[in-house]
């Protein structure tokens, strides 16, 4: 069973920024993507950012795409969600997903809070 292990997440003020990590229980590249995904209180969880087995990486839209960046580590089987200039629209529990063809894995989430 693949776990999913996020961390890194926190209290911060607008403007700052927060790495959140994503640790594997095995060999990432054996993915064919993971991601991270967000739920903000009362909604729905959504799409945040991906990156493929190749590198190729996703973001939910432009302006995720310009303040947050996924990369991936794959001597320590983990992923990062680099967030900068965060907004108090960005709190939310956020969760890392590895997809293996059909089926997809979840991490328990890590609570992200901006607030000043």
């Known amino acids: 069973q693949v776990q999913l292990v996020e961390s890194g997440g926190g209290l911060v003020q607008p403007g700052e920024s927060l790495k959140l990590s994503c640790a594997a229980s095995?060999?990432?590249?054996?993915?064919?993507?993971m991601s991270w995904h967000r739920r903000a209180p009362g909604k729905e969880r959504d799409f945040v950012a991906s990156i493929n087995v190749g590198g190729r990486t996703r973001y939910a839209d432009s302006s995720t795409e310009g303040r947050f960046t996924i990369f991936r580590d794959g001597t320590k089987n983990t992923i990062y969600l680099q967030m900068n200039n965060l907004k108090p629209e960005d709190t939310a529990v956020y969760y890392c997903?590895?997809?293996?063809?059909?089926?997809?894995?979840w991490g328990q989430g890590t609570q992200v809070t901006v607030s000043s």
């Open positions: 095995e060999n990432i590249f054996n993915f064919n993507a």
């Open positions: 997903n590895a997809n293996i063809f059909s089926r997809h894995y």
